[in-house]
């Protein structure tokens, strides 16, 4: 990885979180890392009333994008090999 983060220690000994929001940028953040062998951990917050703010007029997609941030998680971890420890 060209610009790796700049964190002591080898990479499968390093655990990174990585805040996923569902979009590209975060999706591919976190699959570069895994890539370069880093322990990736992803996670999303939801921080209202999924129900109520659904049916508010203007409201936006966030809960489509935690359910697109699992998915980008879930087929990471399905297309990769298991790594030594």
Do not use: F, N, W
Not at 42 to 49: E, P, V
Request: glycine share 10%; net charge negative.
């Amino acid at each position: 990885m060209t610009d790796s983060p700049d964190i002591d220690g080898k990479p499968s000994d390093t655990r990174v979180v990585v805040a996923m929001s569902g979009g590209v940028d975060s999706s591919v953040t976190a699959a570069l890392l895994a890539d370069a062998g880093y322990d990736v951990v992803g996670i999303t917050l939801q921080l209202y009333d999924h129900g109520a703010a659904t049916h508010r007029k203007g409201a936006c997609c966030a809960g489509r994008d935690i359910h697109d941030a699992r998915m980008v998680a879930d087929a990471r971890v399905a297309a990769s090999p298991p790594r030594p420890r």
